[in-house]
């Protein structure tokens, strides 16, 4: 009797313990789920936080005025597979005061332009080439807001095109207002880029998390897709201190090889 009862207890043991690992597996799993940064850039009302909104959420912002950079934090959950996106949207941009700490924090960068306004065709122009100056291999798309207002153009689809070749970087023309469907394979293909990058730059099972979730460099842009998160007021030193230092100590180091 005694021998039956403790090997019952033995038993009982070896069937909790499996149980209890595979609690702790799942419960890792939640929080490591992996993440993209994305930082949007460009001229002030060129549409930044429109296009942010509309890619995350399908909603379109007619006006919108913020006097400080928003970061919007949001869970996807792609082909059943969860991925944590942050876009920092930068609320204005130019060379003086150009947002180094966001382009170091950044995984990707996304520069915006007003096919309506020259100006912010230029200073979109310049900051392009600022973001590959600081960082040489970040994935970067250069695009062209408010196509649908053809009748106010100023800055011709070609001359976009001819930028993004210049600057070896991906150019699309997009309507935020009509829900272009470039908008989605923008953000799509950065994405991607991002899961290539990490899968040469990691050796742990995310970046194959990461890679079975983008897919194609070009999936459809209206795949089964649930959103939830939130939008809230980016604190610069709480956001990017830690990551923009070792963004910056690893491009130094790199740059003195």
């Known amino acids: 009797m005694t021998l039956t009862l403790q090997r019952w207890k033995w038993m009982s043991k070896k069937m909790v313990l499996p149980a209890l690992s595979l609690k702790k597996m799942k419960t890792e799993d939640k929080n ?56 920092v949207d930068v609320c204005s941009c130019d060379l003086e005061a150009f947002p180094e700490e966001a382009i170091y924090w950044a995984d990707a960068a996304v520069v915006v332009y007003d096919v309506t306004c020259r100006t912010s065709f230029s200073q979109a122009s310049e900051m392009l080439q600022k973001v590959l100056q600081l960082r040489p291999q970040i994935p970067t798309v250069l695009l062209g807001n408010k196509a649908d207002l053809e009748h106010l153009r100023k800055v011709e689809e070609t001359e976009g095109r001819t930028v993004g070749i210049q600057n070896n970087c991906t150019f699309y023309e997009v309507s935020v207002a009509d829900n272009s469907q470039e908008i ?5 293909m950065v994405l991607n880029e991002c899961r290539q990058s990490t899968q040469k730059t990691r050796k742990f099972s995310v970046s194959k998390m990461i890679g079975s979730l983008i897919g194609n460099v070009n999936p459809k842009p209206h795949s089964e897709t649930k959103q939830g998160g939130t939008v809230v007021v980016c604190h610069k030193s709480d956001l990017y201190k830690s990551r923009v230092l070792r963004r910056r100590q690893n491009f130094t180091a790199t740059a003195s090889l």
Do not use: C, H, M, W
């Not at 989605?184 to 799509?188: I, T």
């Open 184 to 188: 989605y394979q923008a953000f799509d």
């Open 32 to 87: 490591n789920i992996p993440k993209v940064r994305i930082a949007v850039i460009g001229k002030s009302n060129v549409g930044k936080s429109a296009l942010t909104v509309r890619y995350l959420t399908r909603r379109y912002i007619g006006e919108y005025r913020s006097n400080t950079d928003l970061l919007y934090r949001q869970t996807l959950t792609i082909n059943n597979t969860s991925l944590e996106v942050e876009i």
